[in-house]
């Protein structure tokens, strides 16, 4: 086995080594000894590819290689009993399922004469009870996804298989899909955990097996999308989609498409300047439509099932219509055009503000931008266009409330973008899941079409009726060998996959199964990594910036404390900390009035001082230090409250980890052990940073003291 | 000739092309157009660059190539009337001149018998009366400083050659030396005018034609050492003294050598591990000693005028003696014994302080570090030991007080160390000519021993007996074509050669100089480029950081404003800004105590918040923004004031140099123009971000309501 293969974090979640209890095991043997499926034979479809998964997990999980009967035919798999499984596939309905979903059904059927081997190995207690299970598609995607939950199943068990079972699955969203941030010279924008494992020095490694085993990672927690360059794109990137470069680009499809996951292309808007040699880009020029015509007929011929472009135009000095005199529509739909005759899409990404902002300019306000530029643009995009919006007005910070936009436009297609990396979440150093913020997103309710307008409604199109949505996440994951630097930060990517699938996923589910999965069922350093993970967001915010405040990060770096390191910026970034109080104003009544985005209910809400949600305070009003909250607490001690509160929390876990020292292999217990001490060190930097910050801005002392280096 | 030698800024101060008034070259050439000179005739030695610099200079000023006489002899040239010209000489006496130096004598002599071209070729009025000039050289590199001092005069002269003139000049310090801070990758440590002219990729380029022409440069303002690798000695670079790379840093030396200028190496002190397999470099280990032995040997060998090393040690993570609980002088001595027997230096750098300090901790103050660390090892250091001590207590900013630990050590060589290079003071696109600055440290009365102490006085050894001393400073040139980036910064390099060869020159004299060899003798051009460079200083000053507390900078940047982007950081760099007050109290009564590092007249006049001076007051002390200063202004309001005054000077530099655009030639009109927009964007920035930080802060209005951004 290759180093990578022995590292204990490169199989990630999924099953790295034999099961340590035997009894459970011996539980399941009956079921897994015998297996039959039937599935489209390519050796590369994603039917070959959930047996070679089925099979695999078996083998390392028990030990087990089943008798196997293969065949061509509509998607299942049955295990255990065969006249009991087909008995209960034949009552089982493949056409009522969705492509991508799934039944599982588990029973026990009297067996008519166990042999006496048999009576042994299933413990001999119940010798004539014969269980089985069986595994329906949708599609042969939809079987592969069926596996993943059985394999799933059998790992989480705490004893044999379930006597009775009969579940039906399917994701909630069409577009669960993944944005790689990556450049050919093998760097990662904003990537926390090495270089890339798609390029290096411009070359695409499309023959890695690092890529194929990146595809199982993603396919196993239900993602069925991929952009692999990085929506900046570069001079090198641009060449993508040139006939040269689209037999690599194919070759990544291929090994994707094996797991049911379409691929993307992020796509330089100057493109048809850059690569075909026109004076223009201007999207209602003809050459240039015939340019895009040409290129989407070039891209179909190479990659049949290719997913379509990905586009941040006119946004952070990338190019766009704009330079054209024409607006978002007329961009995306040129693209839109070309591409719809292969049945492609164009994710046009509404991350667009003015990044040269004079700071010294109130009246601006970055939080409004997506809303202002796209909101009056509905009905006028295609029908294959989909907008990405960020899940936050800004930008990924630790808090924010969600984007007015999303929801906001009945006649557009939307998707909701979130960052798995953890640009400003710590960077993967320190420990922050973020499955509970995002569920809070996705939980919100817009109120746009009346009560219930959750986000994860829209992103699913039950609000409206889009033909596409879904939600799209940054990914985290680089060539370390454990994917994403901090260990426990894979928990983000898992939470993230398995939330697109079921947003009713509570994190507290997705928690669990991850540390069970990663450290062993029933396991102590499950039961703590658990805790940890639920605990971590919560913690990570109350010693970074407060009340949703954001921005006080080193600019460009974005992980460590500089409390005015974005306050006299360019970006639209700022608290506005004076001696008498701090935060943006963004009312109606006095301020740049961007509460009015929201549906009224939400709009009344976050307009009233009274109302409004004590963690979202100054990111909607400006107020004095003296001010209360709904806590009770004035805000300048439930600054300074909190920053110790955050720090200490991390000292106590480093504390309980330390004593999970003979609980964890050793590899795993250092790893962790030194991200939680540079967690600490961190904390602490920004707990005296921010309080030392407000006490020389305000003069108001700690109520309890504690301000001793000031 | 190649793009380089057309390019105005390349030749920078030196004869670029003809002068544009004829009667001036007609008034000097019965002069120039006899020439007879005698020195070693060796091609590379500096008698026969002497020579070249002479005939090349006047080639290109006039046109002229002189009848030329060439002998071996003692260094002397002699102009015009031969006769009159050897009678000169011979009442001259080489001895009595320093080694460097050199004695210029101007005269006319009666001729006996003018012939009738000569007549014509004088203008005719004066045909009887015949001139000469006589430079007489302490050796042969005095005949070349001899040269450049004729080459100037004739620049600047506004009419015909001097009826009568004897001067005597010699070097006030024996070392005068650059410091590259060049790296082997081509890359420069803070350099802001390309990358490396003596390397690229790993590779010394000694064959570049570039590197002549830079000590050209610099023997041309007489200096005559040089460091050519950067202080922080990497890997690749601590390879420089081993036995394969000797050759070409060789090959460096007699390029510098053949311009007077001896060639010096930074090293690394781990060397003995990196580069010699030792264990340890445990200064008092007797292998060690015997690498270093062993190494100077190899050296010398290959390099037999080598200056000597250069030692970054114990200081920003660098290793140093500390490793094995030996102190400074034990880490100096053993490099010095290892060069003592072929006459090498070791120039020790007292950089040094703690670069992991907790901000938390008040009573700790880097501005102590050097004094604390050094002055009690003072009679510790070997005769051929000198310590380099930066200008300034903390690093280069843009104004501090001159260290205290300058002459505060009197049985240890010290010289000391100035920044060409804009690291904090606008990186050479804001213009800020230094001269002024390094004047005042040079003017500084330390009183150290009694008055006239001056620093001037104690590197040139003259208040204590210093072996060796001097001055050195890191150069601020790259690969750029105009060598310096902003071409005004080529004042600074020019400015701080004339300084360390005679530090009782003035600024005005030294910026008018540099005007006028640059922009023309007599140009509009020179004229405004003179006040706009003895201006740049205090406007800098003035938008920038206020009275001296410094570090308000973009950390690792250094250029543009961050309020307290080094306020909460490991470096020892704070202003404590709080609501009430601003700066460091480094006071014995109530702060660090660093005043009591100076000697008594000095510490007195510091401590003393009545007496200390304005433009220091914030290193000193921490005081109330009500506080008033000795201009009778508030600190607050001085510190909006100065802000807007500064900001509208560089805008007024701007409209006056618009006016100049007939008078320069386009290419250094239109890069000067770009420059300058570009400082005053910058000061606008500088003084809204400063002044609105300290509005904030402090509540009180600017009293001329100017701060309408807030």
Known sequence: MSRLETSRGYRAWLPAGRRTDERVIEAWRPLLSRLSARFDLRPEGPGATALRELTGGLAALAGIEPALTIKAGAPAIALGSPEAAQAALAQMDAQALAPEGFRLRFGT???????????????????????????????????????????????????????????????????????????????????????????????????????ADYARLLASVGLNAICVNNVNVHREETKLI??????????????????????????????????????????????????????????????????????????????????????????????????????????????????????????TDRARAAYDHFRPLDGRFRANVVLQIKNGPMDFQTREPVSPLFGAMPRTNQMMEFQIAQEYTGQQRDVCFLVPQWKQALDFDTRLAGPGSTVSRIAAGEVHRFAYSGVVAVSNIGDDDNWTGHHLAQANLYGFGRLAWNPEASAEEIAAEWSALTFGTGSAAATFVRRLLLQSWPVYESYTAPLAVGWMVQPHYHYAVDVDGYEYSKWGTYHFADRNGVGVDRTLATGTGYTGQYAPENRDRYESLADCPDELLLFFHHVPYTHRLQSGKTVIQHIYDSRFEGAAAVEAWIEEWRGLENEVDAERFAHISDRLQGQAENARQWRDVVNTYFYRKSGIADEQGRLIYD
Chains 1, 2 share one sequence.
């Not at 340019?291 to 190479?302: D, K, L, V």
Request: glycine share 10%; hydrophobic share 40%.
């Open 109 to 211: 059927a009297n067996s008519r004469k166990a042999s006496p081997a048999e009576a042994e190995s299933s413990g001999g207690a119940d010798a004539a009870a014969e269980p089985y299970a069986v595994l329906l598609g949708g599609s042969d995607v939809g079987l592969l996804h069926a596996v993943f939950a059985f394999l799933r199943l059998f790992q989480l068990s705490e004893a044999g298989p379930p006597a009775e079972l009969d579940r039906t699955e399917a994701p909630r969203s069409a577009l669960r899909m993944i944005d790689q941030w990556d450049n050919m010279d093998g760097s990662v924008e904003r990537g926390y955990s090495g270089g890339s494992i798609f390029y290096r020095n411009g070359r695409v490694l499309s023959d890695s097996p690092r890529i």
């Open 242 to 363: 040139a006939a040269d470069r689209l037999p690599d680009v194919a070759r990544l499809a291929q090994i994707f498409g094996g797991f049911g996951i379409r691929l993307f292309l992020s796509v330089n808007y100057a493109a048809p300047i850059e690569l075909g040699g026109l004076h223009t880009a201007d999207p209602l020029d003809e050459d240039v439509k015939a340019w895009w015509r040409r290129t989407a007929e070039e891209i179909y011929a190479a990659i049949p099932d290719f997913g379509g472009f990905v586009v941040k135009a006119d946004s952070e000095n990338r190019p766009g219509p704009f330079s054209y005199g024409r607006d978002h529509a007329d961009g995306a739909n040129l693209l839109a055009d070309a591409l719809a005759p292969f049945g492609g899409l164009v994710l046009w990404r509404c991350f667009v503000y003015d990044c040269h902002q004079d700071w010294r300019d109130r009246s």
